[in-house]
């Protein structure tokens, strides 16, 4: 009998990426709440507690319901928001965080979806941090560029729509001033780090795409740690996954620009070491899709992955 998905939140920016991934496959039983119910609790909770798996396209408080709701029930969670992100009985949906990542995945009950920043700022700090070539205590930044899609509806309705009183005009902004961006605590946890990052993300005029930038001085690393040692680190890790392309200093100084567009409608990750060694200075950057690896493509990954177990 092939497994009940429930995607709670179908009609959010997220949900409807899934939506869209999961129609037509026939080795699954995807469900939907009628549009007239999607109101109805006790409608939603039914649907909660006869899925196999249900997929949470939610505010978090919303998605923290939803567990209570169905959670003794047996129905196993892909959570796309923050609010279990960083909860020590959740397993991280990051399948290249380590060689077992995607086995833990797999068997478990409860997984957060990563958020689409933290994803690009994880897959170039994680292994670096695990391997000692970066110090846990590293004064990291992270600078950041998104489509606006990762902004919800709301968003999207004032970039597109140029007419609303509301509308967003600038051609690129940067926001989260306060330095207390909702996806610092799972890149500080997930990436094994021990001071918080200072990380300024921006939005541009673009629906789908991000580049994460993550500069490094080699002179603050571990000892005699050179540009070849962060790169080997990184496509070692790397090595036996199929989502993620690690590119090295040539490769990046044959770059004339890193498009943030560069895998829009993939779910792939590519990682660029760009580097000065004379002057001991890195720029790691992560390419991504905000709604493919960041988000809808790495729920479905996840979800491959509980499906065959």
């Not at 994803?119 to 170039?124: E, F, H, W």
């Not at 036996?240 to 993939?266: H, Q």
Request: aromatic share 6%.
């Amino acid at each position: 009998m092939a497994p009940k998905i429930f995607i709670d939140g179908e009609h959010g920016t997220t949900g409807l990426q899934i939506v869209t991934r999961l129609s037509g496959r026939t080795d699954i039983d995807l469900m939907s709440m009628p549009a007239e119910q999607r109101r109805d609790a006790d409608v939603r909770k039914a649907f909660l507690r006869d899925a196999d798996i249900a997929i949470l396209c939610l505010p978090d408080d919303a998605a923290r319901e939803a567990v209570a709701l169905a959670a003794d029930a047996g129905t196993r969670f892909i959570d796309a928001s923050t609010a279990h992100r960083t909860a020590p009985d959740w397993v991280f949906g990051f399948a290249e965080l380590d060689p077992d990542q995607a086995g833990r995945i797999a068997k478990a009950q409860f997984v957060s979806n990563p958020g689409c920043y933290s994803t690009g700022a994880i897959s170039l700090l994680a292994p670096l941090v695990a391997r000692g070539i970066l110090p846990a205590d590293y004064p990291v930044t992270i600078n950041a560029v998104s489509g606006y899609t990762g902004g919800g509806k709301q968003m999207i309705a004032q970039m597109e729509d140029a007419s609303r009183d509301d509308a967003i005009t600038a051609p690129h902004f940067a926001y989260a001033l306060t330095l207390a961006h909702k996806h610092v605590p799972e890149i500080v946890v997930r990436g094994g780090l021990a001071r918080k990052p200072v990380f300024t993300p921006a939005v541009g005029r673009f629906a789908q795409g991000m580049l994460v930038n993550v500069p490094l001085h080699l002179d603050l690393m571990a000892d005699g740690v050179t540009v070849d040692a962060i790169f080997t680190a990184l496509s070692e890790h790397y090595a036996a996954s199929d989502v993620v392309e690690v590119a090295g200093p040539t490769d990046a100084a044959a770059s004339i620009r890193l498009d943030p567009e560069e895998l829009k409608g993939s779910d792939r990750l590519k990682l660029y070491v760009c580097a000065n060694e004379d002057a001991g200075q890195v720029n790691l950057v992560a390419s991504l899709d905000n709604l493919g690896k960041g988000a809808s493509g790495a729920a479905v990954q996840n979800l491959d992955l509980m499906i065959r177990g």
